[in-house]
């Protein structure tokens, strides 16, 4: 009805000035959906003045009450959960039972982050000085952990919702402010998780969320001198921003190329089972999905044909119908993925099903025999396209994972628990699973990426760390 969703700033619903808004195309039915603000770098400027502001009395109200807030948001925001889902299936097509649990998982994900707050924020250190050489016991050091300021958060379109939460719950726990800049799909579902936050009684423009084109704030507001911290998942933007970024602290999740390596004793059932909820959930469209198989040769046949018996019994259609496979965010990303399959196809890899594609919508497809010379063999799809490499021992699956550019997760599958172990030492990456798919959660685990997968660590209690700094008291007896 031509409505244009309005960007929240200092507390309040506002439209932005520029007249202009953002068009947020549905995948499924490729119409426009929705439209949020286009908002100025004017109004970029005003959010964080006004955070700069909130923070500071922010940082000054007891810890217990802005775990009460949190308390009270979470409880709102699964009360919320219907509507929030809904948006997530119009706007990046996320099966309906998915985008429920997105909210249900992001209203426990800001609860444990309140308790894990007070509990962490609750203590500092005492240090006394005679442990070093040459000093007497005459200084004692205290710390606390104090905020950094105002925290940008950029999440990705996959998690709207949750991938916001987990930057903005840690970061209002620690005593920071908050601007959130959404992903363009998944906008409106993360303004009506902002709306949430609202409803809890938080102080004006202590959090703020912008819309708008990234070409016109993006960098904006990466290189505003008011923010004290950037966290970002997504893709290559991320590599981008690293660079132009100035001296703040980062928190980058980007992307991932996730081997599963199976060995010839492994319980193929469950490396099938595995292989299809790890490679083909949300149509392959997460950053830890299962991107390579590595398999032994010796058993490789057999795998192949479990993987592709349940692939066969995906539903492929709509999210609407809570199906499997659904369409992938945007037709450039649909081509994308393309892209990749004909190169595939091109250089001789085995298709185990037929490709098909209508619009954004992508049947899902295994491709067997895949060669290091082959895109797919490198590259993330994004999509419900995966690959399978056989190697002929388990070193060449090391060196295979290891010359990747990405280093995200890995997961390896066998009985014996001594080869795991050293097979996940081996791995160049900053989580390896023993006989499971890879996964970020449970959210309070650790959660980070080596090479080109990421700067720091995350999960809830590393996150609410990582937007501290330790601030030292010292007291210099007589
Ligand atoms: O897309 C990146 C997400 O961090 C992956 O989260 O493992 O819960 O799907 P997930």
């Not at 007891?62 to 009270?72: D, N």
């Not at 890995?410 to 023993?434: L, P």
């Not at 809830?460 to 501290?468: F, K, L």
């Amino acid at each position: 009805d031509g409505e244009i969703f309005k960007y929240y700033a200092d507390g309040g619903w506002r439209k932005s000035s520029s007249g202009k808004s953002v068009a947020i195309v549905n995948p499924t039915t490729r119409k426009t959906q929705y439209k949020v603000q286009a908002c100025t770098q004017e109004e970029v400027n005003k959010v964080m003045e006004a955070a700069k502001v909130a923070q500071k009395a922010w940082a000054r109200t007891p810890l217990w009450k802005r775990a009460e807030l949190l308390h009270r948001a979470a409880a709102i925001l699964k009360e919320h959960k219907a509507p929030i889902a809904e948006c997530l299936v119009k706007e990046i097509a996320k099966p309906s039972k998915d985008a429920v649990t997105e909210v249900v998982r992001s209203g426990d994900l800001v609860s444990y982050t309140a308790e894990e707050g007070v509990r962490i924020l609750g203590e500092g250190k005492f240090l006394v000085s005679d442990s070093f050489p040459g000093n007497e016991r005459s200084k004692y050091c205290l710390t606390s952990k104090i905020p950094l300021g105002v925290i940008l958060a950029i999440p990705p379109f996959n998690y709207p919702v949750n991938l916001a939460v987990s930057k903005i719950a840690p970061a209002l726990i620690a005593g920071n402010a908050i601007v959130l800049k959404p992903p363009t799909q998944g906008a409106v579902a993360a303004l009506h998780m902002v709306h949430c936050f609202h409803l809890a009684g938080f102080p004006k423009g202590l959090i703020s969320c912008i819309t708008g084109k990234g070409s016109e704030i993006g960098d904006f507001l990466t290189m505003h001198p008011g923010v004290n911290c950037i966290s970002f998942t997504g893709g290559d933007t991320g590599v981008a921003i690293s660079k132009k970024a100035g001296m703040v602290p980062l928190q980058m999740e980007l992307g991932g190329k996730d081997a599963c390596i199976v060995l010839e004793d492994a319980d193929l059932d469950l490396v099938a089972a595995n292989i299809v909820k790890g490679g083909f959930s949300y149509s392959g469209q997460r950053c830890t999905a299962v991107k390579v198989v590595l398999v032994m040769e010796s058993v490789a046949d057999v795998l192949v044909e479990k993987v592709k018996a349940k692939v066969a019994k995906l539903s492929v259609g709509p999210p609407e119908d809570d199906c499997d496979i659904t369409p992938v965010v945007s037709e450039s990303s649909a081509n994308f993925i393309e892209g990749l399959v004909m190169d595939a196809k091109e250089k001789g890899a085995t298709f185990c099903q037929e490709y098909k594609r209508e619009g954004n919508l992508i049947w899902p497809v295994l491709l067997d025999h895949v060669r290091p010379d082959m895109r797919i063999a490198w590259e993330e799809p994004f999509g419900p396209v995966l690959p399978v490499i056989r190697i002929s021992s388990v070193d060449e699956g090391i060196h295979h994972c290891n010359a990747s550019n990405f280093g995200l997760q890995g997961c390896v599958f066998t009985r014996d628990i001594n080869k795991a172990i050293m097979i996940s030492d081996a791995m160049e990456t900053g989580t390896v699973q023993i006989n499971s798919a890879p996964a970020r959660g449970p959210d309070h685990f650790p959660f980070q990426g080596l090479k080109d997968s990421g700067i720091g660590s995350q999960g809830i209690t590393n996150s609410i760390n990582m937007m501290t700094k330790i601030k030292s008291t010292v007291i210099n007896l007589p």
